[in-house]
């Protein structure tokens, strides 16, 4: 469920311009749960790292965050 989970989040950050911006400015992990958690969402930190399949975009998050999440 949490990989659905951060596919709900991930998905709602691209239509909903304020969560974008938040997200975006976030440079900690432990921002990017708590932002979630603002949203209604539980995600497991676990679930955001690779091996997982990157549920972001580059464009959706900081170019620190893109680097840890996404290997970039």
């Not at 596919?7 to 400015?25: C, G, R």
């Not at 979630?36 to 959706?60: C, I, M, R, S, W």
Request: glycine letters at 2%; aromatic letters at 6%.
């Amino acid at each position: 469920m949490a990989i659905a989970d951060i596919k709900a989040f991930s998905e709602l950050a691209k239509t909903d311009a304020e969560l974008k911006e938040k997200l975006v400015a976030c440079m900690k992990l432990r921002e990017i749960l708590n932002l979630a958690k603002e949203y209604g969402f539980e995600l497991d930190e676990v679930e955001l790292y690779p091996p997982n399949e990157p549920q972001f975009t580059e464009e959706q998050l900081s170019e620190k965050m893109a680097k840890a999440l996404l290997r970039v």
